[in-house]
């Protein structure tokens, strides 16, 4: 996979993109990132990349003329997405991690300042996706968020893909409580299935543990509850 990200701020990546899964991961080849800078396709000799609103107001807009001509100047690799990062697009989700996993190039557009002029959004951008319903200051965490969460997903990067199935938000649950080593801390026991060795009853308890969670902290994630019968 090809990712390119349009970015004021490439410095802003190099460390995250060299560090632990991710930085191997991409060490590897298993994807390509690429920076690119709209301000090296500004027009002027001030290499202005953001003006006034039209219509009044606070804050700078992105001008549209260097982010065009950033996206125009890259390869193209089909399936491909652009991006607008935006808290204004759809929420990323385990699922939209997925469903982009499968483009061959991604290109990541980071807003700035009061955003991007509407016409990057109209015309240039294929899908709009929000880190949540929060305000950042730029495209750059909710870009890098994205990268980490796709990269994950491509084969080579989990050395165990049986360890991404029963994540959570895989199956639209919430995965199950893990331990390690000591079987007692301080007094607080490891549940006692999960030292019995007993491989099925280790599962139902995994599976219940996943419900139960859930049920606790996500009940949006789980199906309606049936109807009752009619009495
Ligand atoms: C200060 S924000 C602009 C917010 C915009 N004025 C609004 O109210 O929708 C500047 C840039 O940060 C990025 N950004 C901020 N919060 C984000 C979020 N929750 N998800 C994705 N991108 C975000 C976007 O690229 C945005 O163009």
Known sequence: MRI??????PEFFAGPLATSLLGRALGRGIAQVHCTNPRDFALDRHRTVDDIPYGGGAGMVMKPEPLFA????LPV????AVVLLTPQGQPLRQALLRELSGFA???LVCGHYEGVDERVRTHLATHEISLGDFVLTGGEIPALALVDGVVRLLPGTVGNRESLASESF???LLEYPHYTRPADFRGWKVPEVLLSG???QIARWRREQQILRTRARRPDLLPPEPCPPNS
């Open 4 to 9: 390119d990200i349009v970015t004021l701020f």
């Open 70 to 73: 950033a996206v125009e100047s």
């Open 77 to 80: 690799c089909e399936p491909r």
């Open 105 to 107: 190039q991604l290109v």
């Open 170 to 172: 895989e199956e639209g």
């Open 198 to 200: 007993h491989h099925a």
